[in-house]
């Protein structure tokens, strides 16, 4: 790792200008996973960028319709807030399903959301790729997953984000414009290699909005230990106004996955059916293929008995 | 007794440990010094053709660059297998192998000059696994030239006693089982580290994270073609080892090399990747188990076929085959016994010695089927198990000795207290015990290098100022044995601990112990240490006894004060030692080990003998998600027979650490290879169990008094594993009546079975 500059902005603007005067930077939240791309020569940058001293990026603030988040709020700090824990206990539970106390204690609601995509093949040292040859999201054109050379399956594995899906939360992104406010659905492309939307022009993930409604909400995430892991299948859901329900997987594929609908217009076979369709999930974690896809149904029946209460 | 011994005590390092002063050997820092990376193979069998170093020798700031043909001494930690070189000789064996080391300014330097080197390499078919390798190859394709029969057979180990097979095949029920087990490693927390500094005198200094230091002071010696008596390996703290640092290491080697070349200290500290790549961890194990019994219970057989995938060099693998075979011996009397066991090389990273050496597989694959035998007589498994024992002093088939023996206290203490005979097969659905029980050696009677010294040598030195100094190599890698030396000192001479202080593992001050492997520490390094105690005390006795004209044996010695019982003498520890040392000065006293003669006259008899054996019973609860086949292990109730515990603390750690590293064997840990690769080298993707995985655990020691232990004690490091693994697995059919054979017992497999069940 070679870095020429370690930058510490102390507001979004500075950060932008930052950005904008120093080519291949990489913006730094929380570091706990983003540490070991940079050991593992997976990114390389010249300049890094810091955000942890902005202190706008770390307000919770609530009002009757909603709780905005900053992105730089840690993971630990969210699930400690009466606020959140109050509205969005789901939030918490997924907040706390990340890493360990002490990650939680560094890593970040906005590093977690924007998560590098994982797979076996690729989370590798430089020499471990450099023996095994070719990874398409690396260097060569063959997908060591798939053995062909199409397309790049790595997953993503924010548990946030599966629990954010199912609370139709929104995004505030800063950048060299006018910046913007969209879906958190819209932050993700179904892709192995390019997996984030509209953080172009230097964009900032600066906000979490997320709106205050009632509902009955669910999350499981499947895992080997009971803490550290990464996901191997997450789980949100909830139920709202009249039998609605959201429901956001993760883990599974290139981008978390929502499915939406009406409970008196869809039966748990016919979620599932989406499930499935909707998930490309391939062998690249160290839990089975076979049974991650079979845990989908599995969690799904479990979510289906839950509201049957 | 009056001191320490039996007493609940800290280990006299721990302040250190938890404050971070404790030095280990990453933290030694000497000025003007290099530091080494390695340029690593990224085929696993191939031919080097050529290796271009001029650029990297160009790079400011490297200062030497060696290879393979610098250093072609051949090494391995058993002389009867030195297969393995400090760098790839003329062709590489698995991915990862050192090929070339550079010595620079800072790390960052050796790490871009490593990326600078040519090499030429012409891929060689590989043998990735070991059916493969049992089939004929051409020469050429061998992965060593040594194998026999134009295979890659590294060792066939094979003891039979009497006819198993036919008594097998005679008995009233019979049950055969093809186990698998994936390999696992280590996990030590402190990544390997060695400082080499090569002095002006042309000695040289090693500092290393070493269960061994008088194995590595003895192989530094072979390869680099120097005296023993310039070599001095210093054993720092050390963050655990659990069989993973009990070899010569190729990087202590080529640091110590680079150091002589440069004539600078030189640093190497692997990354956690390179921990795993050197691996010398369990071996990933294949293995046919059949054994017999008659309708009463009683074992009439055992037989069993087994292949180990030993990667690509030897390391302990002759030990560990035979090993595999031989501690099938216990805890059960089975008279008609055999086994077979190839090891097998592959081209990836070498197996080696690891926590319960040898027998924890077998040991998974026995107790499970003496379930299977139980449920097959409808016989309770703990019944079955009682009919079985061995009695105390006896021997087994083969000749082990076994002198005192617990089993069947551990067995009732755990029983009692799971409540077994209310809740076994009684439970809901889905929840379950399990049984199992083992048993370990108490360190090898014989030394790997045959030679005519003790196995252990300790010093025991009394100056002017009243300390207590002890000179041990013996090595502590976390278990306790430092504490464990100035526990049995202190209680021989009546003196508090503060006032006993050791010097260890250093192979210049301290007389030769042989390494901390073989859980052989406490049992000869503390006779050791006893016997060189004792001789101290009658020392001061002598002196005393004589100045003031007092019987010998009235005298006695406790907290800090020399008496006798009608207070005729009563005199404070440092008036003793005035008179002791008067008109002559600081004394040194020796106490020494040496095994007895052991086993039999037949090849393959020195395997397994001990002077002593550890037993142990434990009982595990298990519920099952029937929906998702995720295991949690909720309980542990675990009984060893330590003969008995000089520090119970200790002895309790241990056996808690045996369940949390059984437990990871048991359902989560496991070497993923890919190509010869490893897919999960790091502490994400291998799953060492976390304490939200870990259970309750409810210790008991059992102390059945050993008669050649020290005050009574044998082994409690290694033997408590053992247990762990079929106590779960048997919990797992208890509770969902499927029985697995293959480890790790992951959710995937576990809801296969349920699924084929149904």
Redesign the interface.
């Known amino acids: 790792m070679s870095v020429k500059s370690y930058l510490k902005p102390q507001s979004v603007t500075d950060a932008l200008i930052m950005a904008k005067t120093h080519a291949n930077y990489l913006y730094f939240a929380g570091g706990t996973d983003i540490q070991v791309y940079l050991k593992q020569q997976l990114i390389k940058p010249d300049h890094i960028i810091d955000l942890s001293d902005i202190g706008e990026l770390q307000n919770i603030a609530s009002n009757d319709e909603n709780i905005s988040i900053g992105s730089m709020t840690t993971l630990d700090a969210i699930s400690k807030n009466n606020s959140i824990y109050k509205d969005f206990p789901l939030i918490v539970e997924a907040a706390q399903s990340i890493g ?1 106390p002490v990650i939680r204690k560094t890593a970040t609601v906005g590093g977690n959301i924007l998560v590098n995509n994982r797979c ?2 690729y989370n590798q ?1 430089f ?2 790729r ?3 040859g070719s990874c398409l999201r690396d260097v060569g054109d063959l997908c ?1 997953v798939t053995k062909t050379s199409g397309k790049c399956f790595s997953r993503n594995v924010s548990d946030l984000a599966a629990a954010l899906f199912c609370l139709d939360a929104k995004v505030i992104i800063s950048n060299q414009n006018e910046g913007l406010e969209l879906s958190i659905v819209d932050l993700y492309n179904q892709d192995g290699i390019d997996f984030h939307k509209h953080l172009d022009h230097d964009g900032i993930l600066t906000k979490i909005i997320l709106p205050i409604d009632a509902g009955s909400t669910w999350f499981k995430k ?1 895992r ?7 996901s191997s299948l997450t789980i949100a859901a909830k139920v709202y106004d009249n039998r609605n329900f959201r429901i956001g997987l993760n883990g599974v594929s290139m981008s978390p996955v929502l499915i939406t609908g009406n409970l008196d217009m869809i039966d748990l076979e016919g979620i599932k059916s989406l499930a499935r369709k909707s998930c490309k999930t391939v062998d690249n974690d ?3 293929l ?2 991650r896809r ?2 989908i149904d ?1 969690y799904l ?2 979510w289906w008995v839950s509201i049957q209460k | 007794m009056s001191g320490p011994i039996g007493k609940r005590t800290p280990y006299i390092e721990a302040v250190q440990k938890v404050t971070g002063q404790a030095q280990f050997a990453e933290d030694f820092h000497f000025s003007n010094m290099l530091y080494v990376k390695f340029l690593r193979s990224p085929h696993t069998h191939a031919k080097i053709q050529n290796i271009n170093l001029s650029k990297a020798k160009k790079l400011a700031g490297v200062c030497a660059i060696s290879i393979g043909r610098d250093l072609p001494i051949p090494f391995g930690v058993l002389p009867i297998s030195p297969d393995e070189t400090a760098m790839a000789v003329n062709k590489v064996r698995y991915i990862g192998e050192i090929v070339a080391a550079v010595a620079a300014e800072s790390e960052k330097i050796a790490h871009e000059a490593c990326s600078l080197i040519e090499v030429d390499y012409e891929p060689i078919r590989d043998f990735l696994e070991p059916d493969d390798s049992l089939i004929d190859c051409s020469p050429d394709e061998q992965i060593h030239s040594h194998s026999k029969n134009g295979t890659n057979v590294h060792k066939v180990a094979e003891l039979y006693f009497n006819d198993p097979k036919k008594a097998i095949q005679n008995s009233d029920i019979s049950c055969t089982r093809t186990f698998k087990f994936a390999g696992v490693t280590h996990g030590f927390t402190e990544p390997h580290a060695t400082v080499a500094q090569w002095n002006d005198d042309e000695t040289l200094k090693v500092i290393t994270a070493t269960q061994v230091p008088h194995y590595l002071q003895k192989y530094l010696s072979k390869v680099l073609e120097i005296p023993l008596h310039k070599i001095r390996v210093i054993k720092p703290v050390v963050g655990g080892g659990f069989g993973g640092k009990s070899d010569p290491f190729p990087h202590e080697i080529i640091t110590s090399y680079l150091s002589i070349k440069t004539h600078r200290p030189v640093k190497c500290v692997f990354t956690r990747e390179e921990v795993f790549i050197s691996n010398h961890g369990r071996h990933p194990t294949k293995m046919t188990l059949s054994v017999g019994a008659d309708k009463q219970g009683k074992i009439t057989g055992l037989d069993t076929d087994i292949v180990i995938d030993g990667g690509s060099y030897g390391s302990f693998g002759v030990v560990t085959s035979y090993y595999n075979g031989v501690l099938l011996q216990g805890p059960y009397r089975i008279n008609e016994f055999g086994f077979t066991t190839t090891r097998t090389y592959t081209n990836k990273p070498q197996c080696g010695a690891m926590r319960g050496h040898g027998a924890v597989n077998p040991r998974y694959a026995m107790e499970v089927i003496i379930d299977e035998l139980s449920h097959s007589l409808k016989m309770d498994p703990c019944d079955f198990r009682e009919k079985n024992f061995l009695p105390a002093n006896t021997l087994t088939v083969g000749q082990l000795r076994i002198t005192s023996n617990g089993v069947l206290d551990c067995l009732k203490a755990v029983r009692e207290k799971s409540a077994w005979d209310e809740r076994y097969g009684n439970m809901p659905d889905g929840r379950g015990l399990g049984i199992a029980c083992g048993f370990f050696i108490s360190g090898s009677a014989l030394p790997i290098n045959w030679n005519r010294y003790p196995q252990t040598v300790v010093h025991t030195k009394l100056d002017f100022d009243g300390r207590v100094v002890i000179f041990s190599g013996a090595s502590d890698i976390g278990q306790g044995s430092d504490t464990m030396l100035v526990q049995i000192t202190a209680e021989e001479l009546g003196i508090t601990m503060d006032r006993v202080q050791v010097e260890v593992a250093d192979t210049k001050l301290t007389p030769v112990d042989l390494g901390s492997y073989s859980s052989r520490v406490t049992f000869m390094v503390g006779n050791a240490a006893k016997s060189s105690s004792i001789k101290l005390r009658d020392e001061l006795i002598k002196t005393i006894s004589k100045e003031k004209n007092i019987k010998p044996e009235s005298i006695q010695f406790e907290n800090n004060r020399i008496f006798t019982e009608d207070k005729s003498l009563n005199m404070s520890w440092d008036e003793g030692v005035e008179i002791c040392l008067a008109g002559r000065g600081s004394i040194v006293t020796m106490g020494y080990y040496i095994s007895p003669q052991l086993g039999g006259k037949f090849k393959g008899s020195g395997a397994g003998l001990s002077p002593s054996y550890s037993f142990g019973a434990f009982i595990s609860e298990v519920s099952v998600d029937k929906k998702t086949g995720a295991v949690k292990v909720e309980k542990v109730w675990g009984a060893h027979d330590c003969g008995k515990a000089l520090n119970p603390l200790a002895v309790e750690g241990q056996i808690e650490g045996s369940i949390h590293m059984g437990l990871g064997q048991a359902i989560s840990e496991e070497l993923v290879y890919e190509n010869g690769q490893f897919l999960n080298s790091n502490f994400i993707d291998y799953k060492i169990p976390s304490t939200l995985d870990t259970p309750d655990m409810d210790v008991t020691i059992i102390e059945s008094d050993d008669k050649e232990g020290p005050y009574g004690a044998k082994e409690a490091g290694e033997g408590p594993i053992h247990p762990v693994l079929p106590a779960i697995g048997n919990a797992i059919f208890d509770a969902v009546r499927v029985r697995m054979y293959e480890l790790p017992i992951t959710p995937d497999k576990v809801l296969r079975a349920i699924k084929e069940k149904i």
């Open positions: 360990t076996n093949f040292s020499g471990w450099q023996a095994i060591q499947l080997i230990r009971n803490t550290l892991d990464f160290m839990m089975p076979k049974y079979e845990m599995v029946d479990q």
